[in-house]
């Protein structure tokens, strides 16, 4: 059984800064894919930012204020989120593409509340 499990979330003030981790465990083979996405009320979940071998993309509107990393050896994958803004209120899920068994499989975790409000 394969776990994606998110924490770090919370409430900051306008210009503030967050750090989310993502930690997916259970018996597989390797991860392709590992990222962030983000849901605001009303609105569709939209990418943040994503990782896989050699390539790091994010989302224009999180560029120079978002960093992610990840750590191979662990299977996590971190969010330092800086200047954060009212706007990036919202919940944001962690996502990992895992091959088990000859198949690759999307597995999403629980989601954790960002809020950004004074």
């Known amino acids: 059984q394969v776990q994606v499990v998110e924490s770090g979330g919370g409430l900051v003030q306008p210009g503030g800064s967050l750090r989310l981790s993502c930690a997916a465990s259970g018996t597989f083979l390797s991860i392709n894919v590992m990222g962030w996405y983000r849901q605001a009320p009303g609105k569709e979940r939209e990418l943040v930012a994503s990782?896989?071998?050699?390539?790091?993309n994010y989302a224009e509107s999180v560029m120079g204020r978002f960093t992610l990393s990840r750590a191979n050896e662990k299977n996590t994958v971190d969010l330092q989120m800086n200047s954060l803004k009212p706007e990036d209120t919202a919940v944001y899920y962690c996502l990992a593409t895992i091959v088990q068994n000859m198949r690759t499989s999307l597995y999403w975790g629980q989601g954790t509340q960002v809020t950004v409000s004074s």
């Open positions: 990782i896989t071998t050699g390539r790091i």
